[in-house]
């Protein structure tokens, strides 16, 4: 069914079918709930939501296993529900932070590990250069991040050369 067929259909719906419908859609999924709820309850409901995601990326990257597919999908996820650029960035810099942390605890890993790790980095970077005014908020946790990041496949090196191009006169400071 097409967007413009759904809106047809909808607006035949009387009220409770309507309210009955979105429960509906709430249960199905956790992400359902989590999206409704973050939009009923505007900015107050987001870090509800926030911590939910952190969450998710934390078991997709959890000591037992390693799922990249899934904590990636968590930003991507959560990007539908919030297009506040700080929240966003703080939950690619979570992701960032838990890959840093695998990386010291598990030693040399494989490169796509590395890749993934840095293509979220330099988002982070390209949303912070689209929204200066965060950058100061998140210049420390970019600079410890590659301070810690691991040596192997030149992945430091890459995480150096993508801080590089922040767009900040105090990069090199602190």
Same mark, same amino acid.
């Given at each position: 069914?097409?967007?413009?067929?759904? @809106? *047809?259909?909808?607006?035949? =719906?009387? %009220?409770?079918?309507?309210?009955? =419908? &979105?429960?509906?859609?709430?249960?199905? $999924?956790?992400? +359902?709930?989590?999206?409704?709820?973050?939009?009923?309850?505007?900015?107050? *409901?987001? #870090?509800?939501?926030?911590?939910?995601? !952190?969450?998710?990326?934390?078991?997709?990257?959890?000591?037992?296993?390693?799922?990249?597919?899934?904590? !990636?999908?968590?930003?991507?996820?959560? $990007? @539908?529900?919030?297009? +506040?650029?700080?929240?966003?960035?703080?939950?690619?810099?979570?992701?960032?932070?838990?890959?840093?942390?695998?990386? +010291?605890?598990?030693?040399? =890993?494989?490169?796509?590990?590395?890749?993934?790790?840095?293509?979220?980095?330099? %988002?982070? &970077?390209?949303?912070? #250069?689209? #929204?200066?005014?965060?950058?100061? &908020?998140?210049?420390?946790?970019?600079?410890?991040? &590659? /301070? $810690?990041?691991?040596?192997?496949? *030149?992945? $430091?090196?890459?995480?150096?050369?993508?801080?590089?191009?922040? %767009? /900040? /006169? !105090?990069?090199? /400071?602190?």
């Amino acid at each position: 069914m097409k967007n413009f067929e759904l @809106k *047809g259909k909808l607006r035949s =719906l009387d %009220n409770d079918e309507l309210y009955s =419908l &979105v429960l509906d859609l709430a249960k199905l $999924r956790k992400e +359902n709930s989590e999206w409704l709820q973050a939009k009923l309850k505007g900015e107050s *409901g987001i #870090n509800e939501t926030l911590e939910y995601y !952190k969450k998710k990326i934390n078991e997709a990257l959890g000591d037992d296993r390693i799922k990249l597919i899934e904590a !990636k999908k968590a930003i991507s996820d959560f $990007r @539908k529900i919030s297009k +506040n650029p700080a929240h966003i960035i703080e939950l690619m810099i979570f992701y960032v932070e838990k890959g840093i942390d695998i990386e +010291n605890e598990f030693g040399d =890993l494989y490169e796509s590990f590395y890749a993934s790790i840095e293509s979220v980095f330099e %988002n982070i &970077v390209k949303m912070l #250069n689209a #929204n200066p005014q965060f950058i100061p &908020v998140y210049r420390k946790r970019l600079m410890i991040i &590659v /301070d $810690r990041s691991a040596e192997g496949w *030149g992945h $430091r090196d890459c995480l150096t050369d993508i801080l590089q191009t922040l %767009n /900040d /006169d !105090k990069k090199h /400071d602190d």
